[in-house]
Nanobody
């Protein structure tokens, strides 16, 4: 099982930027897809962005135009560049992966806190 470690969270003012990193303990090139979810207090966990092994990306409507997901297979790392952050982006962000589409995203890192202050 691949272990995931997120980093890069922090406190920024609204309009600022952060880049999250997710380092995997094994090769990510054999994983069907990787992604980022977030969980805000009082809300359900929600998808932010995913990227498949062939580089296809998918974004939540709230992330389109502001966030960019990317992967570096050589470094076994996935990134989430977040620009124009809003207070409603405040949440714990979790990295995840799936081995195959049929398995879904059910492997998680420990999360990293992102806080965008108004």
């Amino acid at each position: 099982q691949v272990q995931l470690v997120e980093s890069g969270g922090g406190l920024v003012q609204a309009g600022g930027s952060l880049r999250l990193s997710c380092a995997a303990s094994g090769s990510i090139s054999r994983l069907n897809a990787m992604g980022w979810y977030r969980h805000a207090p009082g809300k359900q966990r929600e998808l932010v962005a995913t990227i498949t092994v062939d580089g296809t990306t998918n974004y939540a409507d709230s992330a389109k135009g502001r966030f960019t997901i990317s992967r570096d297979n050589a470094k076994n790392t996935v990134y989430l560049q977040m620009n124009s952050l809003k207070p409603e982006d405040t949440a714990v962000y979790y990295c995840t992966y799936r081995l195959l589409p049929v398995f879904g995203f059910n492997n998680w890192g420990q999360g990293t806190q992102v806080t965008a202050s108004s």
